[in-house]
């Protein structure tokens, strides 16, 4: 009797935490596998939207991270830039959710949806981003934070118009992005994650 109580001390939590481990498996195969490719296709036809009204074919200069050092590199990208600045900064973060075509690490995770833009008088660009964004991050603050000056840089450094960013998710101010990174203040560029000088560059500010 004591022998078979045993046994099933050991075998009911081996079946309890097989089964939650086969859930979890059915789960990212066959739904985080689906969605991904969905995400990836929406991705794309937001660009092809995008081009199909732009006028003039431009050199623009996006960041993505370098975990190795810590740092942003640059990389080089023609774009299709649309008429208006808001769809400029749309088409600048659909670029940077593709990915490096030079083989950087992802400056945002991919199927990362920007829902809305809005970009002020004062230059301030309102982004508001689906929960991709920080669900499918790099933990970290290192990486919290190259993602945020990845896309506050390019940014800034491709649109004259945009002079700081306010980064929203799913509507609202989030506290941070993953845990580490503060989102509750207005982020202005510091191209010093890339190497270049630091003057007249700020931080984040409240």
Known sequence: ?????????????????GGMYLRDLVRRT???NRQRPEAEMQTQL???????EA???VSVTLFFPDYGTGSLVEEGRE?????NDADR???VVLALVSGSQQGHA???????????VFLTSDGTAYLDFS????????VGIESETLAVYSVVDSLATDIPAVKRVKFLIQGQEAETLNGHVDLTGIYTPNLTWAGRPAAGIANNTN
């Not at 774009?79 to 008429?83: H, V």
């Open 1 to 17: 009797m004591k022998r078979n109580l045993i046994l099933i001390a050991i075998v009911v939590p081996i079946l309890v935490f």
């Open 30 to 32: 066959f739904f985080e």
């Open 46 to 52: 937001q660009q092809q939207a995008l081009q199909s």
């Open 55 to 57: 006028n003039t074919q």
């Open 79 to 83: 774009i299709a830039f649309a008429p």
């Open 89 to 91: 900064i749309r088409q």
């Open 106 to 116: 992802s400056a945002l995770p991919a199927g990362t949806v920007l829902r809305a």
């Open 131 to 138: 929960n991709d964004i920080s669900q499918n991050l790099p």
